[in-house]
């Protein structure tokens, strides 16, 4: 479509959006992911798309919502602590199957804690804080040309499965502009004709509803939503290897510290140690199997997280007993460089090498 | 000739599950005996609530989608946008308690009419909470006892009921706001002619139309249908008056 | 003849019906209905019925289907 650009994240996904299709974007500001919002609004309003500046994220997701159970490709942005506020609509979205794109572009917590970037959200986002059984899709873009792949992918996953998906970017990705190239959207639309609320006309009405009194269908339906939870963690695990291949040494990591984790695995390559990256492109479904499957092969885990160890709990569900698994992480500000992250290295490699 | 029979809209060999004498059954019947009239079956999709008025989707014959509690208003924003993005124009509306509409979802209910969204808002207010059994909500009157208010609403102690009517009529985005009740029948046919005209603003892109029904809920007030609807001819209507608080026509 | 049919399956014995009724040709039958208590009846053994229909329109339960008027 078009040759490589200078592209900041939050305005890529939000081309993204638009390049998709996306019809309906509804939103409230808040730093770092505003400028989605900014660029949507006159873009939206010239192609007579909707657009509102909602009241609150709870107004903002609900809307999402409704315009969601009519067909249309919706998205809506925000982060963090405000994500926390439609929890509630998320969880109703999962029980009534409606396609909804969140992008969150995560800042540090908890509660308001301030606008530095963080990996803080990665439990919010696939553990989530909502109600039931229930599993959102979440995508781990790295760098800003996955923000322009996965935004595609989101929309394409949530119209697929009728399910809401997160883009979970942060807030390095979401204010850095690199190049990208914006190409065209590479997924086919999903037929929905069979679903949507358009008024009753020629068929027979339809309803759209969480409730369900019957204690017997209650449990048919999670049983259901189960099953297609199943289905997607089957099918839909994406995940990066970075000379794992005869790595002693696996880092994992996901999101923008990744680039920093390939940094170091080069380093340490030129010093003659084998190490790789393992970077999962989805947080939920997360690559357990393909991880278990390194880790027979592989004396060491070092999870690296700008957080306190969220994804360390699912990455040491992947391994089991199989390796030793060492942790780095810092909450929130400037990420772990790649010298901070040798060094930390360096002290894990002394111990845990001592023991193998 | 007939003169009256079940409205099309209404669901074949649906039962309403309210308590018997309960004014939700009423009011859900002028609804659709209105979309009968407007002929609007087909092309309606109507939001439903949380509290009793959820199950509107067994009984109503139309496109419905169930909100989380109190956001009715915003779920019904978005298909009104999602559709109008797509080169349709649906009929929307949604059908809440004044808990649902006035307390918890009173930011979505009134930034919907600020924005002046073109769908129209059927509130049910029978000053509480009925389905959780009778607790004290935004309406409750001053002194009125309930399983949250054992000595009566107490304005120092709980503080003051709201008028919703009133409010939304305040709303420069709202083209129509008025407070019908249901004790007789002239109220019930002057509350119908009311909901019509709320609908045909909405189909004339009006704005945001609203309806405030005062509604009886013997079972939670104690009292037997017959006293419930004394009681809101004789108490409740002199402090939520009936009436227009806006229409944009007469302005 | 003008008259009305009641569906008493979906009658809940809340006699708004009765109370309203100008010529009361509505009463409670030996039948109990679903609440537990005797559902209404319409009995017009005079032909008196009005086909004013306010019985219909204060029914909370549209248990009375039909109202004809001649």
């Known amino acids: 479509m078009s040759e490589k650009q200078l592209l900041k994240g939050n305005i890529a996904i939000a081309k993204a959006a638009l390049n998709c299709g996306c019809s309906c974007y509804f939103g409230y500001p808040i730093t770092p992911q505003t400028e989605i919002g900014e660029f949507l609004s006159l873009e939206m309003q ?9 009241e609150s994220e709870i107004g903002a997701i609900n809307m999402a919502l409704g315009a969601a159970s009519t067909g249309a490709k919706v998205m809506t942005s925000s982060s963090s602590c405000a994500v926390s506020l439609m929890q509630e609509a998320l969880s109703y979205a999962c029980s009534d199957e409606l396609p909804i794109v969140l992008v969150n572009v995560m800042r540090a917590g908890p509660g308001q804690g301030y606008i530095f970037p963080s990996q803080g959200d990665y439990n919010q986002s696939t553990i989530g804080g909502g109600n039931g059984d229930y599993k959102i899709i979440v995508l781990s873009p790295s760098n800003v040309q996955e923000c322009i792949e996965l935004t595609y992918k989101a929309f394409y996953l949530a119209q697929k499965y009728r399910n809401p998906v997160i883009l979970l970017a942060d807030g390095l990705l979401g204010q850095m502009a690199e190049p990208a190239k914006l190409f065209d959207n590479p997924y086919p639309n999903i037929d929905n004709t069979s679903w949507i609320l358009n008024g009753s006309n020629g068929r027979k009405s339809r309803s759209i509803h969480s409730l369900e009194p019957s204690q017997l269908k209650l449990n048919q339906h999670i049983f259901n939503l189960h099953k297609k939870y199943q289905a997607i963690e089957q099918n839909e ?28 695995c080069n380093h340490y390559r030129e010093k003659g140690i084998k190490m790789g990256l393992f970077r999962p492109k989805t947080l939920y479904p ?3 199997k393909r991880l278990n499957e390194l880790s027979k092969k592989t004396k060491l885990f070092i999870d690296i997280e ?7 709990r699912d990455v040491r569900l992947s391994i089991l007993s199989n390796a030793q698994v060492s942790f780095i992480g810092k909450p929130v500000g400037d990420w772990l460089k790649k010298e901070e992250l040798i060094n930390a290295i360096d002290n894990i490699a002394k111990e845990q090498y001592a023991s193998i | 000739m007939q003169v009256f029979s079940t409205p099309k809209t209404i669901k074949e060999n649906s039962s309403f599950t309210f308590c018997p004498g309960c004014d939700h059954g009423v009011a859900l019947k002028l609804v659709a005996m209105v979309l009968d009239e407007l002929n609007l079956q087909e092309q309606t999709i109507a939001v439903a609530s949380s509290g009793c008025s959820v199950l509107l989707y067994d009984f109503l014959d139309v496109d419905c989608i169930e909100s989380p509690h109190g956001r009715a208003c915003a779920v019904a924003t978005g298909i009104k946008r999602a559709h109008k993005a797509q080169g349709n124009n649906k009929f929307v509306f949604t059908y809440q308690g004044d808990g649902d509409f006035a307390s918890i979802g009173i930011s979505e209910s009134l930034h919907s009419a ?10 049910i207010n029978n000053t509480n909470y009925g389905m959780t059994g009778g607790q004290m909500g935004p309406t409750s009157t001053l002194g009125q006892i309930t399983s949250t208010s054992p000595l009566g609403r107490n304005k120092e102690y709980h503080g003051f009921p709201i008028k919703t009517a009133e409010h939304i009529a305040l709303c420069d985005g709202a083209s129509f706001s008025a407070r019908v009740a249901l004790y007789d029948v002239k109220n019930i046919i002057n509350a119908k002619n009311t909901i019509k005209k709320a609908f045909e603003y909405q189909k004339e892109g009006l704005g945001f139309s ?16 017959q006293d419930s609807h004394k009681k809101i001819e004789e108490e409740l209507s002199k402090t939520y008056k009936l009436g227009i608080f806006k229409d944009i026509k007469n302005e | 003849m003008s008259y009305i049919k009641i569906n008493q399956d979906k009658c809940k014995s809340c006699y708004l019906c009765m109370d309203v009724c100008p010529k009361k040709l509505i009463k409670k039958s030996e039948k109990i209905g679903k609440t537990g208590q005797n559902v209404a009846e319409f009995i017009d053994t005079n032909n008196e019925c009005l086909g004013c229909s306010q019985c219909a329109l204060v029914c909370p339960d549209i248990a009375i289907t039909e109202v004809v008027k001649e």
Not at chain 1, 46 to 54: I, Q
Not at chain 1, 237 to 264: M, N, P, Q, W
Not at chain 2, 210 to 225: A, G, R, Y
Request: hydrophobic share 40%; with cysteine.
């Open chain 1, 237 to 264: 695990v994406d995940y990066e290897e970075y000379l794992c291949d005869d790595a002693d040494i696996i880092i994992t990591s996901f999101g923008s510290l990744a680039r920093h984790s390939k940094a170091v």
């Open chain 2, 210 to 225: 609203f309806v405030e029904i005062l509604s009886s809920c013997p079972t939670n007030w104690k009292l037997s249908p």
């Open chain 2, 114 to 123: 600020l924005r002046g969204e073109n769908i129209t808002a059927i509130c």
């Open chain 1, 286 to 288: 997360f690559p357990y």
């Open chain 1, 46 to 54: 010239e192609r007579n798309l909707a657009y509102v500046c909602a």
């Open chain 1, 306 to 312: 700008m957080n306190l160890g969220q994804m360390l």
